[in-house]
């Protein structure tokens, strides 16, 4: 069995716990590899290692840094088929999913790259004589990010390609279900050139070594993406060292289907924003929000189509829904199926696990009908193939329903009235909403992130996440030669106005 190092101060390393875990196949449940369970001293060498890293990185023109990038895009390319396919044995999602989420990395890795001729500030004229202003952008130093299993290569991509364009130096911690995808990643970028220490990778426990990086007084900012339980942990953390902290959380994401919808676009769209990863990405789509009006000839046509979707490994070309990533998820769907049940929605389809002569994590695709918008099943994050469809007799009722969640990602709405589609990008509270689009798909040139218990008001990719990772510094700069005060001097002489001097 293949043992994987971390990698610390451009060394691959082993951990000083000397243990290891297990890496599995959630479609066979055979062992992929074996990788370092790191311990708390791992993260004091990465950081550490991490500083030095900076020293170089963080000096090095942005521009130059951009080449990394840029070679590191085109390496990710020449390994997309080869990233995949492991991707896919290693967190279960279908061959061609896995294939989008490398290119999602190549898209950022590009994406990134290109802002290293564009990382510009602002220049502003002064209110004294003789005076310029403006703001520059500098790195924050030493970054933790840590990241959850369902994008294995491109939620890594998203947070270390922008930081490190910034100019910082990185401590990643992967989620312990997909290693080995952040490895073979973070391999690409040492090969496209970075300078020893300026991206360090640690491998274990959330509990231990992701709360070690969150904790350590070494590491400025954490951005995180993964549970809401976790990320309200992490934010409290920060805090208490006034540790800069980005969250990217869950979803509840509603899709509104108009009685006026084009239904063959909608049923279309329902089905891969519900099922498409196995029902496992932050943006998929829980709750099927239904105008009466449709409401029988929809149900009927999307159980059909959802009876027809083939469950299994991920490889096999036929597949078109995957599995759960692990045992724990697996059991809290079924769960989920009971409560749902007991709450007195009624079961449409699925509700149970699939391919049960098969060893792995399958669940068959489930709809709920008949749920009222207060039931569990319509309000907490299952993260698994499970829709629930919740009927409504208007509009306003439509939108009401869709914003009674604790989260804020992502939303849709079929409809073929402008007004109806206009009112929605307004009313509804979330980061994304799509209009006769399913609630995932997001491009990696638009910002990414959501609003409530979703995140905390940054965003990754786009424009914005090079803010994510940067400070603003203003700067004055007074060619006049002489002391002048702002707010007390004024550039009229005859105007002498009392004032304070901040
Ligand atoms: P998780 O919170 O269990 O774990 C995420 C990461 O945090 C993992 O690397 C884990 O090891 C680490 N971790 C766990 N406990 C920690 C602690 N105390 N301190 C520091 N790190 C810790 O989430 P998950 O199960 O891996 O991912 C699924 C969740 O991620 C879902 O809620 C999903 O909606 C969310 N998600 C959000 C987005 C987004 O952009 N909004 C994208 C993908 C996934």
């Not at 089905?271 to 105008?291: D, E, M, N, P, Y």
């Not at 638009?446 to 995140?455: A, D, E, M, Q, S």
């Amino acid at each position: 069995m293949q043992e994987y190092r971390m990698l610390i101060g451009g060394e691959w390393v082993n951990s000083t716990t000397t243990e290891t875990f297990a890496d599995i196949n959630p479609a066979t449940l055979e062992t992929l590899a074996l990788l370092q369970l790191a311990g708390y001293k791992d993260v004091d060498r990465a950081v550490e290692a991490a500083w030095k890293g900076f020293k170089v990185w963080s000096e090095t023109p942005p521009p130059k840094r951009a080449e990394v990038l840029f070679k590191a895009a085109r390496l990710l390319e020449e390994r997309k088929e080869d990233l995949a396919v492991l991707m896919t044995k290693e967190m279960g999602k279908i061959l061609p999913e896995a294939r989008g989420d490398v290119q999602e990395a190549i898209d950022i890795a590009y994406y990134a790259a290109g802002e290293g001729r564009r990382m510009f500030g602002e220049t502003s004229s002064s209110e004294l004589r003789d005076k310029f202003c403006m703001t520059v952008l500098r790195p924050l130093g030493v970054v933790g990010l840590i990241t959850p299993w369902n994008f294995p290569v491109a939620i890594p991509a998203w947070k270390v390609l922008p930081a490190l364009m910034a100019g910082n130096a990185v401590v990643l911690k992967p989620a312990s279900d997909t290693p080995l995808s952040a490895i073979k990643f973070v391999e690409t970028l040492l090969e496209a050139g970075l300078p020893p220490g300026t991206i360090n990778l640690v491998t274990g426990a959330g509990s231990t070594v992701g709360a070690a990086l969150v904790k350590h007084p070494g590491v400025r900012a954490i951005s995180f993406t993964g549970s809401l339980e976790t990320g309200k942990w992490i934010m409290g953390e920060c805090a208490k060292s006034m540790k800069r902290v980005s969250l990217e959380l869950g979803g509840k994401n509603p899709v509104i289907v108009m009685d006026d919808a084009d239904l063959e676009l909608a049923l279309e769209g329902v089905l891969w924003g519900a099922f498409g990863t196995t029902g496992q990405r932050c943006t998929a789509t829980s709750r099927l929000i239904l105008h009466e009006g449709v409401r029988e000839e929809f149900s009927s046509r999307l159980l059909e189509k959802t009876e027809k979707l083939k469950v299994g490994d991920g490889l096999l070309p036929e597949t078109e829904v995957g599995p759960v990533i692990n045992r724990a998820q697996l059991e809290k769907i079924e769960s989920y199926v009971r409560i749902g049940q007991e709450e007195g929605a009624k079961l449409l389809s699925g509700g149970k696990r699939a391919n049960s002569e098969l060893p792995g994590y399958f669940f068959e695709p489930t709809i709920f009908t008949d749920v009222k918008p207060e039931m569990r099943i319509a309000r907490e994050e299952i993260f698994g193939p499970v829709l629930s469809i919740i009927t409504v007799s208007g509009f306003e009722e439509a939108l009401e329903v869709a914003n009674n969640t604790a989260y804020g990602l992502s939303s849709a709405i079929y409809t073929k009235d402008i007004s109806k589609a206009f009112r929605a990008v307004e009313k509804l509270e979330c980061g994304i909403t799509y209009i006769n689009a399913p609630t995932i798909g997001a491009e990696v040139h638009l910002p990414f992130g959501g609003v409530k218990g979703t995140g905390n008001g940054f965003r990754e990719a786009g424009p914005e996440a090079i803010r994510e990772f940067t400070e603003v510094k203003a700067v004055y700069i007074d060619y006049s030669g002489k002391l002048q005060k702002a707010q007390i001097d004024t550039s009229a002489p005859a105007v002498q106005e009392r004032g304070t001097e901040q």
